[in-house]
T-cell receptor, first 116, second 113 residues
Framework: GAVVSQHPSWVICKSGTSVKIECRSLDFQATTMFWYRQFPKQSLMLMATSNEGSKATYEQGVEKDKFLINHASLTLSTLTVTSAHPEDSSFYIC????????????FGPGTRLTVL | TQLLEQSPQFLSIQEGENLTVYCNSSSVFSSLQWYRQEPGEGPVLLVTVVTGGEVKKLKRLTFQFGDARKDSSLHITAAQPGDTGLYLCAGVSPTNRDDKIIFGKGTRLHILP
């Protein structure tokens, strides 16, 4: 149980294009989903927290208009990197939590974004 | 600001040896989690410790939560190459209203066959 999937697993795009990454909780309903960014050989950096049906809460320094998050249902959250640039290249990981009574998060396998 | 300091940052040891990884903070945490992450994959939850002084075992891995709930340790007995990976500790502060998890910077472990 507690499986989280991400799609795509990797994507290469040209500078200036937008890329959408999906995060799905496959066997549970996620009250909250989180989006992280990870640079090579570094830890996870929280970008934003999203609750179903409400606006995402972004961490300081993360551009809301650059990284659009939509949490349309209890099993799906999407991250759209708008007008991507090479500096946006990174490993993006989502996680989901199934209830507020626990702080355990279950992570997706990540999406490797490369912007040329 | 709550911070989780992990040590060592890097560790390379021979197969069969024992090791301990530490996660320390000056802040109290409601719970601490340990994750293992392999290259190109998302972190996988290993354990959650909640009670001060709690000890949990997962095969050759032993996790301990400090009595004051400010620190935790992970001990691996007879390390194997399959234990190689990035070990992350993460915690939630009792004053955290945003339900965010704070991650340490990780310990990169490499077990030599």
């Amino acid at each position: 149980g507690a499986v989280v999937s991400q799609h795509p697993s990797w994507v290469i795009c040209k500078s200036g294009t937008s890329v959408k990454i999906e995060c799905r909780s496959l066997d549970f309903q996620a009250t909250t989903m989180f989006w992280y960014r990870q640079f090579p050989k570094q830890s996870l950096m929280l970008m934003a927290t999203s609750n179903e049906g409400s606006k995402a809460t972004y961490e300081q320094g993360v551009e809301k208009d650059k990284f659009l998050i939509n949490h349309a249902s209890l099993t799906l959250s999407t991250l759209t990197v708008t007008s991507a640039h090479p500096e946006d290249s990174s490993f993006y990981i989502c996680s989901a939590r199934w209830t507020k009574s626990t702080y355990e998060q279950f992570f997706g396998p990540g999406t490797r974004l490369t912007v040329l | 600001t709550q911070l989780l300091e992990q040590s060592p940052q890097f560790l390379s040891i021979q197969e069969g040896e024992n090791l301990t990884v530490y996660c320390n903070s000056s802040s109290v945490f409601s719970s601490l989690q340990w994750y293992r992450q392999e290259p190109g994959e998302g972190p996988v939850l290993l354990v959650t410790v909640v009670t001060g002084g709690e000890v949990k075992k997962l095969k050759r891995l032993t996790f301990q939560f400090g009595d004051a709930r400010k620190d935790s340790s992970l001990h691996i007995t007879a390390a194997q190459p399959g234990d190689t990976g990035l070990y992350l500790c993460a915690g939630v502060s009792p004053t955290n209203r945003d339900d965010k998890i704070i991650f340490g910077k990780g310990t990169r472990l490499h077990i030599l066959p």
